[in-house]
C-alpha cells in the first residue's frame, strides 16, 4: 500500500461515516432525493477504490508472509550449512587424532621392539663375552695343569735320575 493511497482512504472513510447519519435520516424520510447517477458512480468508484486498497493489502500481507517465510528458510538452510561444517570440523578433529594416536602407538611399538632388539644384543654380547672368559678360563687352567704335570715330570725324572745315580753309586761300592 502506497502512502498516497492511505490519506484517501482515511479521508474516504471519513466522509462517509460522516454522511451517514444524514443519509440514513434522507433514507427514512423517504428519500428526498434520488442519487443522481453521478452519485452512483462515485460511490460505486468508493467501493471499487476501497475493494482494491483491501486487496492491495491482503496482497502486501501475504508477500510480507512470503517474504518472512523466505528469511526463514534461508535462515534454517544457514544454521543446517554452519551445523553440518561444525561437524565435518568436528570429523576432522577426530580423524587427526586418531592418526596421532595410531602414529605415537606404532612409535612405541617401534620403539619397543628397538630396545628387545638391543638387550638381546647386549645379551648376545655378554654371553660372548661370558664364554671368551671361561674358554680363557679353562686355558689358563689346562696351562696350569700342564705346568703342574710338567713340574711333577721334572720332579719324577730328578728323582728317578737320582734313585739311579744311587744305585749306580750303591752298586759299585
Known amino acids: 500500500m502506497s ?22 435520516a434522507v433514507g427514512a424520510v423517504g428519500g428526498l432525493k434520488t442519487p443522481s447517477p453521478a452519485d452512483r458512480e462515485r460511490e460505486r468508484a468508493d467501493r471499487l477504490r476501497e475493494e482494491a486498497e483491501l486487496r492491495e493489502r491482503a496482497t502486501e500481507q501475504r508477500r510480507a508472509r512470503v517474504e518472512e517465510a523466505a528469511d526463514e528458510a534461508a535462515a534454517e538452510a544457514r544454521r543446517q550449512a554452519a551445523q553440518k561444517k ?31 632388539v638391543k638387550r638381546a644384543n ?18 689358563i687352567a689346562a696351562k696350569e695343569q700342564a705346568a703342574k704335570a710338567e713340574r711333577e715330570a721334572q720332579r719324577l725324572e730328578e728323582k728317578a735320575g737320582a734313585a739311579k745315580q744311587a744305585r749306580k753309586n750303591g752298586s759299585g761300592a
Open 86 to 116: 561444525r561437524k565435518a570440523e568436528k570429523s576432522r578433529r577426530e580423524r587427526e587424532a586418531q592418526a596421532k594416536k595410531a602414529e605415537a602407538k606404532k612409535k612405541e611399538k617401534a620403539a619397543k621392539a628397538a630396545a628387545k
Open 122 to 139: 647386549t645379551k648376545a654380547e655378554k654371553t660372548a663375552q661370558l664364554e671368551k672368559l671361561e674358554a680363557k678360563e679353562e686355558s
Open 3 to 24: 502512502l498516497l493511497t492511505v490519506p484517501k482512504a482515511v479521508v474516504g472513510s471519513s466522509l462517509k461515516l460522516a454522511r451517514a447519519p444524514i443519509d440514513f
